[in-house]
């Protein structure tokens, strides 16, 4: 063991330690010196923080001042090599526990590094020596299937480190495992200092309600590719992408595979250099494809998933977020992706199709990690439900129908504020109807010759008048389909028959002269 020790080398990487990254270091090494033996202890950086370079510098100091040994685990395979290599580049000579693995050299290593099912087949079949690790360090460890392996390691300090301190199991939090939690440089914090980019976020409201909720605690597969792989939705994800991010590099996340596919063939009908990424592609395809995404300027990548962690590229320009989650943990992951700084990249787009920004609020908002970490279910419960988020939506005409109400400065009516008004005077409820009918009538007219012009343009408010009457049964508590249904036929007929009693009239109150014959 001493022999081992000597050997260790000076860092060969030439990454510098940033003050607060040898803040940490220094704060957990102190828990070192005071804790227990077997301390649970978490800390939390965001991601491009460099959290691998200081659980690696730590691991090099440790080995150089303690007589045992440690080891690092990890939940993926990218991020058990990429570990591997740089706690070599720290100088640490390390052993991959992986699958394939010869343990019969275990007694020349100090330093092993393991995925978390292969570690656990190994120590179930006693054929990794770890009766002397004084240090674990468990990399994502918001990942619940790390606390099974935890048993082994009853007397050793066991550092977790993660971006976002909330486990992926409501069932199971993460004070239950871990004794204390260390907070790192806050995001905001990071973008002052320039070591991440800032987040400009495009947020579309979109219509959620189909969606629903598997046992996992998120948006299931299944409900999602029937949302996000209809044609208006593949085209409104092309659209948002030729708005704000024309030729820039994208990458774009979804929950399912048969989206992202559909999603590639919409993209590439519309000649963009567009590439599919999911679990089923081969080591080979995989590298093949990151490699192009990496050196094409204007590269969009569609993937599933797999690019949440253990992937930086920092020339991507675009995320976009094309689902919607309930995990606080992958909104953040996912658009870290696009946070990493290159040159003079001091900004990075976020184009949001899941009321995610809604949801959580915008990413680096100054979060009470400790009290998440204490009270993760009072945090989780105060989030807004779909309906809720979609009820603060201000319903807009789509662009196309917009168009034929160009005369009109302000074609938007709010029933929810009038409804309010109405109740507050003692006034029906019927006459917040009568007053959008009103409304309707005379943008109508505003953008007629005569009344048949009026009555055509009528004909294209249906997504309008539904969004109406929704927002009307929401307001008296009534929605059953066959009310609704019958509310809509009803203010369609009164629509009409108000635009032929009333057209000449309001014509010549909005001109100032009457309609020509």
């Known amino acids: 063991m001493t022999e081992i020790v000597s050997a ?117 079949d006693d054929k990794l020596d770890i009766s002397d690790i004084g240090l674990v360090i468990i990399d994502e460890a918001h990942y619940n299937s790390f606390t099974k392996l935890f048993k082994f390691f009853e007397n050793s300090f066991i550092l977790g480190v993660t971006a976002t301190p909330l486990s992926s199991s409501k069932e199971l939090p993460m004070k239950d495992n871990y004794d204390e939690l260390i907070t790192g440089e806050s995001i905001e914090s990071l973008i002052e200092n320039e070591f991440l980019a800032r987040a400009e976020v495009f947020q579309y409201d979109m219509g959620l309600t189909s969606l629903e909720v598997g046992s996992n ?23 948002a992408y030729l708005k704000h991010s024309k030729g820039k590099k994208a990458l774009i996340f979804n929950n399912g595979i048969n989206t992202s596919i559909q999603i590639y063939y919409t993209f590439k009908a519309a000649g963009l250099p567009v590439m599919h990424l999911d679990n089923t592609a081969t080591k080979k395809q995989r590298k093949q494809i990151l490699k192009w995404f990496k050196e094409t300027p204007d590269a969009i990548l569609t993937s599933v998933s797999i690019l949440t962690t253990g992937f930086d590229e920092p020339t991507i320009d675009t995320i976009i977020l094309n689902r919607a989650t309930k995990s606080l943990t992958l909104y953040y992951q996912m658009i870290g992706r696009g946070s990493r700084i290159l040159n003079n990249k001091s900004t990075f787009q976020v184009i949001d199709l899941g009321n995610n920004n809604y949801r959580f609020g915008p990413w680096g908002a100054d979060l009470d990690w400790q009290m998440i970490f204490k009270s993760p279910n009072f945090y989780m419960d105060r989030l807004q439900n779909d309906e809720d988020i979609e009820s603060e939506f201000k319903h807009e005409m789509p662009e196309e129908i917009r168009v034929q109400f160009a005369k009109s400065e302000e074609v938007y009516f709010d029933i929810k504020e009038v409804y309010t008004e109405a109740t507050f005077k003692g006034e029906s409820s019927k006459v917040v109807l009568e007053r959008s009918i009103e409304q309707h009538g005379r943008i109508c007219i505003e953008n007629s010759e005569d009344v048949y012009d009026a009555l055509a343009l009528a004909k294209i408010l249906d997504s309008d008048i539904d969004n109406r009457i929704a927002s009307y049964a929401k307001c008296i508590s009534r929605s059953t389909y066959n009310f609704l249904k019958w509310l809509k036929d009803d203010y369609k007929l009164k629509l009409n028959s108000y635009l032929r009693q009333n057209f000449d009239e309001v014509f010549e109150e909005i001109h100032g002269y009457p309609p020509e014959d």
Request: hydrophobic fraction near 30%; charged fraction near 25%; include cysteine.
């Open 217 to 239: 605690g998120d948006y299931t597969v299944k409900s999602s590719e029937d949302l996000y792989t209809s044609p208006a939705m593949l085209d409104k994800t092309l659209q």
């Open 8 to 124: 260790l080398q000076e860092r060969k990487t030439d990454k510098e330690l940033y003050s607060y990254q040898q803040g940490a270091i220094n704060k957990i090494f102190e828990k070192f010196d005071t804790a227990p033996d077997n301390y649970h202890l978490l800390y939390q950086l965001p991601t491009g923080g460099g959290k691998t370079v200081i659980f690696s510098e730590m691991v090099r100091q440790y080995l150089k001042n303690h007589k045992k040994k440690v080891l690092v685990m990890t939940h993926r395979v990218e991020l058990c090599n990429q570990t591997s290599e740089m706690l070599t580049s720290f100088g640490v000579p390390n052993k991959v526990v992986n699958s394939k693995a010869n343990l019969d050299d275990q007694d020349q290593y100090i330093c092993f590094v393991a995925m978390v099912e292969t570690l656990n087949n190994r120590l179930n």
